[in-house]
């Protein structure tokens, strides 16, 4: 089979190497992709959200099946018109992206369907919402509506910051049309769960849970990034707790999709908060998270492809769907200076003997050699019987790639070991 992945990230590469375990694969492309992915994937310059090119190419190229895994061409109906041209996907179509696609529409859907979350209240007044917040406690979350690069969202400790956020999304745009209409919800408290599911619109199939790390800098101080590196399992998430998210928050939110006409297909991602008052979403997003996937699908043991053909023709409750019991650490390397200003163009180097696998997520080719092309420039993951030992190994392995004003944490996993020792 001919697969063909939309994105150019780490995710998306992670995705690709484990589609190429499956012995139906024959090749893929990456539109776009990026440097790094070239030894797994033909990549094609074609952006992730040019929608109509990315249909004249799958009919050109004879492409059997399409992966949708960014955020922006889900929410702008990629797979819907990549269905209308004859090519199966794995992603939800435009009307169940939303649930991403729009904040106002998750909290509602939350509200009505008595799915636990922060309280909350939207806007789309500026004097309304600065009105609002002067009666809030900080912390106050200011999110953005839209999609906003995941950094559409303000944990506020103060009024004043919470009316600079608002001022920022609604008066001056920051997030362009993103940030037109703001959620404004209570600050939850408690352990940070990501849990990414399969779903096909009548089962519900979660994958191992993760667990990431956003801030910039070690001891989760400095600026919310896209993830600096993730682990999984998260020692949080225990089986009591997976048992209530099913039953409280995964299976009712499939039903209230397909209860308002929003069937969705493909893999619906839980941001979770583990409260003093149980489980309670964050976020949802309608795709694989980043870098969660980097932890998670190498923990998989089962056919990738499979299972992402048995949600698109509704038959997961069929599929072999297996996680090892292991565990898996990622290490993110980025640009000095990132998520604020950085340089590229830096080459990428590895020293032989490397015992990890590295999903790159910007790189760029320069001079036939594959140099740093972004904020994140590469996650290095491993894999062992333990969580001590795949964080150990990942961080091993990192001190085997070079590049210059390369950054990371040097504390990814320290929060859940010591989770583990205090079970």
């Known amino acids: 089979m001919k697969i063909m992945v939309i994105g150019g990230g780490g995710r998306e590469h992670a995705l690709i190497r484990s589609l190429k375990r499956s012995p139906k694969v024959e090749r893929i492309y990456a539109l776009p992709g990026n440097a790094g992915m070239e030894p797994d994937a033909t990549c094609v ?7 109509p090119a990315q249909v004249e190419f799958a009919r050109e190229n004879g492409i059997d099946y399409a992966v949708v895994a960014p955020d922006d061409p889900l929410v702008l109906g990629a797979v819907d018109a990549l269905e209308a041209a004859g ?34 209240e939207d806007f789309s007044d500026l004097k309304n919402a600065m009105a609002y917040v002067e009666k809030q406690t900080p912390p106050i979350v200011v999110k953005a509506d839209g999609l906003a690069l995941g950094k559409g969202v303000v944990i506020a400790e103060s009024v004043a910051e919470a009316k600079d956020a608002l001022r920022s999304m609604m008066q001056d745009k920051k997030f362009g049309e993103s940030g037109l209409r703001v959620v404004i919800e209570e600050f939850l408290t408690g352990p940070e769960v ?48 997976a ?42 997003n309608c795709r694989f998270g980043d870098p969660e996937t980097q932890v998670v699908l190498p923990l998989l043991d089962s056919d990738l492809l499979s299972v992402m053909q048995a949600v698109t023709e509704e038959r997961l409750a069929e ?12 290490v993110v ?3 000095k200076g990132y998520p604020a200003s950085y340089e590229t163009g830096f080459p990428i180097t590895v020293d032989p003997g490397l015992d990890c696998e590295i999903f790159y997520a910007g790189a760029k080719s320069k001079d036939g050699a594959v140099v740093t092309g972004g904020g994140r420039v590469l996650g290095v993951t ?18 085997k790639v070079h590049f210059a004003n390369a950054y990371y944490r040097k504390d990814i996993g320290k929060r859940a070991l010591s989770a583990l020792e205090n079970e």
């Open 45 to 51: 310059s074609i952006a992730a959200k040019d929608i």
């Open 87 to 120: 090519i199966p996907c794995f992603g939800p179509r435009k009307d169940a992206a939303i649930i991403e696609g729009s904040k106002v529409f998750s909290k509602w859907l939350m509200k009505k369907y008595g799915i636990p979350t922060a309280a909350y």
């Open 194 to 241: 990501s849990v990414l599911a399969f779903t096909d619109g009548k089962t519900m199939v979660p994958m191992v849970s993760s667990m990431d790390h956003k801030r910039a800098c070690d001891g989760d101080q400095g600026l919310n990034t896209g993830g600096m590196g993730t682990i999984a399992p998260n020692p949080y998430y225990t089986p009591e707790i």
């Open 243 to 284: 048992e209530r998210c099913m039953q409280e928050i995964f299976l009712p939110t499939m039903n209230a999709m397909n209860a308002e006409g929003r069937t969705f297909k493909g893999c619906l991602y839980f941001g979770l908060m583990i409260t003093p008052k149980g489980p309670k979403v964050i976020e949802y």
């Open 319 to 330: 599929a072999d769907v297996r996680f090892s019991q292991d565990s898996a650490c990622c």
């Open 333 to 335: 390397m980025a640009s």
């Open 382 to 399: 491993a894999r062992a019987g333990t969580l001590r030992q795949a964080i150990q190994k990942a961080y091993s392995g990192v001190k």
